[in-house]
C-alpha cells in the first residue's frame, strides 16, 4: 500500500472501528484459512463431478459404439440367411430326406458367413432336421424336436427370418460337435412358388460376440461391460460367475447385505424398455473388492425385432477420485503450506504483540512492530493469488503484488480507483457483482469466469468474497480473493481431450472397416452395371452413365473419407532421429510448388539458416505441415501469401506458418484440433486433429491465432537437442 503496511493498514480500520487488533488478526487470519479449505474443497468436489460426467458420456459412447455393432453383426446374419434361402439348391430341399441338399452345397453356404457362425441346417415345413454343415452336428439338431418351435410357425407366417436363444444359461463351452449353450439360432424361411418348403437356420456362439464387441472395452483402470436380455438374464459379464444368471437375484444371493434398488429400478425402467443413458449405483463387489462400491453406469439399446437386449459399461466411481486427486494433491499440499504460513505468521504477530505490551516503556517497542508488520506484509503480498480489499463504495483500499503483477501496474494505479473502473473497463457496478452480494448479505460468494486480463494472457478465474465486519456487524469491507484456475482448466481438459482420442480412434476404426467392405460391394456391382449399359447398343443410356458416373464418384469421396478415418484411427507412435526441420519444410514445399501455383499462392520463406537438431521423425511431420499448408490453401480460395519461418528461442526450434486466408471464427479456436470438428463442407475433422497427435508424440506444442478476413498464424514449437546446431541443406522453398 502507499501509506503503510498491512498492520498499520489493520490497526487503522481498528481504532476507527473500536476493535481490539489481535482477536480481529486471529479472526482474518482464521477467515482467510477458512476461504483457502473452503475454495480447496469446492474446487475438488468440482472438479470431481465433471470428470465423472465426463467418464460417464465417454462410457455412453463406449456403450452405443457396441450396442450398435452387435446389431449390425446380427443383422448381416440375418440378411446373409435370407439370400441364401432365396438360392435354387436351397428352394429344392426334398422333405423328409436327410441329406438331400448335398454336402458340398451346403459347405458353400456355411463358408458364406465367413467364421460368423458355429453351424449351419435345412429343415422341412415341419421343422424337422434335413441337412446340417458340419456333418458331425447333424445328429445333435436331429436329436432336438423343432416341429413345434414358435418361430418355425413365426418364420412361415411372417415370411422374414426369426431370431430365438437354443439356450442362454451358463455352462462350459461344449465340443465343435455339440449345441452351446450360449448359441443364438436365425432362421429363415424357404418358399418354392409361394409355398412355405422349410427353413434355412444358423447357429451363433453367443460368447464370439461377446468377445468381439464386448471383452474389449476396457473403461478407467477396472471398468467392464456387461449385458442383459429380455429376461433379465446376464447373457454376457466380465465376471464368469455371473454369465447366465437373473441379474435381479444374482447380486442378491452374492451379497443380501447391500441394498440393490437404484440398480435394478434402472434395469427395470430404462435397460429393459430400450432407453439409453447413464446413472450411478451402490454395488456389493467389483471385480475382487467386496463392501459397498458407488459405480458409474452407462447403458445402450441392442433392437432386435422385439426382443431388447440391453448393453452396460459400468467403472468403479473410485477410478474418477484417484484421477482427480492425482492432479490435486499438489494443490492440496500448496493450500496447507499457505494455511500453516498464516498460522505461524499470524502466531508471530501475536507473540510480538504481547511482547510489544509488555514493553511498552522501552525503547525498542517500534522495530519489534515495524518487524511484525513486515512479516504479515511478506505474507499478504506472497499469497499466490491476488488478492484485493475494497470499501462499501467499492474503491481499492488495498491491493497485493500478484494482483499487480498480472496487471503490470503499481499500488498507486489501484488505491482510491473503483473495482469495476481498473479490473473490468467499466463505467457502472459488475452485473451479478460478488463483492455487492456479501455488502448485502454479509456471507461470502462465490463467482467463475474467464477473464482477459491487460498483458494479453487469457486466464480462467475463481473470485470469492468475503466480509469484514466491525463490532456491531455491520459490513465494512470486502476481501476479494482471486485464483487462476488455468492450470486445473488445462488439466481437466488434456484428460477429456485424451478420452476422447482414446474413444474416436477405436469407433474411427471399427466405423471405417464396417463400410469400407460394402462400399467394396457397391463398386463392384457399379462396374458390372456399367458393363451391362455397354450391351445395350442403340439405346439412349446418357443419362444412366451420367448418373452412374455420380454414384462413382461419391463412393471414391467415400472411401477417402474411411482412409483418413482409418489413418486416424492407426496413427503410430513417432519413431525419431536426428534431423533438421529445414529439410523437411524444403522437401514439403519443393512438391507444392505447382499446387500453389496453380491455385495462385505466393510463398514467401524465412528460415534461419543454422537451427538446433532435433530428434524427429521426418515423415509424420511433413504429415503434421502437409494438414496446415492444406488448411491454408483452402482458406485463400481467391489466392494469397503462405509464409513459412523458423527460428530458435528458448532452446526450442520454432515453426510458423501464416497464411492471409479468411481467418477462424473465435468461438471456433477452441475446437479447432478436436476430431470430427469442422467447418468445411464435406471436411472430415481429422486432419489437425491428426497434426495435433503428431506434434504431442514429438514433445512438442502446437497453437494459433486468427484473425478474420486477415489470417491464421499456426505456431509449432519442438525441443532442440543440446550439444551443436546443424545448418540446413534442404532444397528450398519456390
Not at 384 to 408: C, E, G, H, Q
Amino acid at each position: 500500500m502507499a501509506k503503510g503496511s498491512l498492520i498499520h493498514f489493520l490497526e487503522e480500520r481498528m481504532k476507527r472501528y473500536h476493535l481490539p487488533l489481535m482477536p480481529v488478526i486471529w479472526g482474518v487470519t482464521c477467515l482467510i484459512i477458512g476461504g483457502l479449505v473452503a475454495i480447496g474443497v469446492y474446487s475438488y468436489h468440482s472438479a470431481e463431478k465433471a470428470i465423472a460426467a465426463q467418464f460417464n458420456k465417454q462410457q455412453l459412447m463406449l456403450a452405443r459404439q457396441a450396442a450398435r455393432g452387435i446389431e449390425n453383426f446380427l443383422a448381416d446374419i440375418r440378411e446373409i440367411t435370407t439370400l441364401l434361402a432365396h438360392l435354387p439348391e436351397v428352394k429344392n430341399l426334398k422333405e423328409g430326406k436327410p441329406g438331400a441338399v448335398r454336402e458340398e452345397t451346403l459347405k458353400s453356404l456355411y463358408e458364406s458367413f465367413g467364421d460368423k457362425v458355429n453351424f449351419l441346417f435345412l429343415g422341412s415345413r415341419l421343422g424337422t432336421v434335413i441337412s446340417a454343415y458340419p456333418p458331425q452336428i447333424l445328429s445333435k439338431l436331429s436329436a432336438k424336436d423343432f416341429r413345434a418351435s414358435s418361430y418355425v410357425q413365426e418364420a412361415r407366417r411372417t415370411g422374414k427370418p426369426v431370431m430365438t436363444d437354443l439356450a442362454l444359461k451358463g455352462g462350459e463351452r461344449s465340443a465343435p460337435d455339440q449345441l452351446y449353450s450360449g448359441s443364438i439360432l436365425i432362421a429363415a424361411p424357404v418358399f418354392r412358388d409361394a409355398e412355405f418348403v422349410g427353413i434355412l437356420g444358423c447357429g451363433l456362439d453367443l460368447d464370439k460376440i461377446t468377445e468381439q464387441y464386448l471383452s474389449p472395452i476396457r473403461s478407467g483402470t477396472s471398468g467392464g461391460s456387461w449385458m442383459i436380455n429380455q429376461e433379465g438374464r446376464f447373457i454376457a459379464h466380465y465376471d464368469p460367475e455371473l454369465q447366465g444368471k437373473n441379474a435381479f437375484t444374482a447380486r442378491k444371493e452374492r451379497d443380501p447385505n447391500i441394498n440393490y434398488n437404484r440398480i435394478n429400478q434402472i434395469m427395470k425402467e430404462e435397460m429393459l424398455r430400450g432407453k439409453s443413458g447413464m446413472d450411478e449405483y451402490v454395488s456389493g463387489w467389483h471385480r475382487e473388492e467386496r463392501g459397498k462400491i458407488r459405480k458409474l453406469i452407462a447403458y445402450a439399446p441392442v433392437q432386435i425385432d422385439a426382443k431388447i437386449w440391453s448393453v452396460a459399461i459400468v467403472a468403479p466411481y473410485s477410478d474418477v477420485t484417484q484421477v482427480v486427486w492425482a492432479s490435486f494433491k499438489n494443490s492440496a499440499l500448496l493450500l496447507v503450506i499457505m494455511a500453516c504460513t498464516l498460522l505461524a505468521g499470524t502466531y508471530v504477530g501475536h507473540k510480538i504483540n504481547q511482547g510489544r505490551i509488555r514493553a511498552e516503556e522501552k525503547v525498542k517497542w517500534g522495530e519489534e512492530i515495524v518487524k511484525s508488520q513486515n512479516r504479515l506484509q511478506t505474507l499478504f503480498d506472497g499469497a499466490p493469488d491476488a488478492i484485493i480489499i475494497v470499501d462499501r463504495n467499492f474503491r481499492i483500499s488495498m491491493v497485493n503484488k500478484t494482483s499487480l503483477n498480472w496487471y503490470k501496474r503499481t499500488a498507486e494505479d489501484f488505491i482510491g480507483k473503483t473495482c469495476y473502473q481498473e479490473f473490468q473497463g467499466r463505467s457502472d457496478l459488475c452485473p451479478n457483482c460478488p463483492a455487492e452480494e456479501s455488502f448485502r448479505t454479509g456471507q461470502a460468494a462465490f463467482r467463475e469466469k474467464a477473464s482477459l486480463i491487460a498483458d494479453g494472457t487469457k486466464r480462467n478465474l475463481q473470485l470469492y468474497t468475503f466480509p469484514l465486519v466491525d463490532r456491531n456487524g455491520g459490513v465494512v469491507e470486502v476481501v476479494e480473493y482471486v485464483k487462476d484456475v488455468t492450470a486445473e482448466k488445462r488439466l481437466q481438459q488434456q484428460i477429456i481431450q485424451a478420452e476422447r482420442l482414446a474413444v474416436v480412434g477405436r469407433m474411427s476404426a471399427n466405423v471405417a472397416h464396417e463400410i469400407r467392405n460394402p462400399l467394396g460391394t457397391i463398386v463392384l456391382n457399379a462396374e458390372l452395371l456399367d458393363e451391362e449399359l455397354g450391351r445395350f447398343a442403340g439405346e439412349n443410356t446418357a443419362e444412366a452413365r451420367n448418373l452412374l458416373g455420380v454414384i462413382k464418384k461419391e463412393i471414391d469421396r467415400l472411401l477417402e473419407v474411411v482412409e483418413e478415418y482409418l489413418q486416424f484411427a492407426r496413427l503410430p507412435k513417432v519413431k525419431v532421429e536426428k534431423g533438421n526441420i529445414n529439410e523437411v519444410i524444403a522437401d514439403l514445399f519443393f512438391f507444392l510448388r505447382e499446387e500453389a501455383s496453380g491455385r495462385n499462392v505466393e510463398i514467401v520463406e524465412d528460415l534461419k539458416t543454422v537451427l538446433p537438431p532435433l530428434q524427429i521423425d521426418a515423415k509424420q511431420l511433413r504429415q503434421a505441415l502437409l494438414n496446415i499448408v492444406k488448411n491454408a490453401f483452402e482458406a485463400m480460395p481467391d489466392g494469397g501469401k503462405l509464409t513459412v519461418s523458423t527460428a530458435c528461442r528458448d532452446g526450442q526450434v520454432e515453426v510458423s506458418i501464416a497464411d492471409t486466408g479468411k481467418g477462424i471464427a473465435e468461438e471456433n479456436l477452441d475446437q479447432v484440433f478436436t476430431p470430427f470438428f469442422s467447418t468445411k463442407h464435406g471436411g472430415t475433422g481429422l486432419g489437425l486433429a491428426i497434426t495435433s497427435h503428431i506434434i504431442q508424440e514429438h514433445r512438442g506444442t502446437i497453437s494459433l491465432k486468427s484473425y478474420l478476413d486477415l489470417g491464421t498464424i499456426f505456431t509449432i514449437r519442438l525441443p532442440a537437442l543440446s550439444g551443436g546446431s546443424s545448418e540446413s541443406k534442404g532444397k528450398g522453398l519456390v
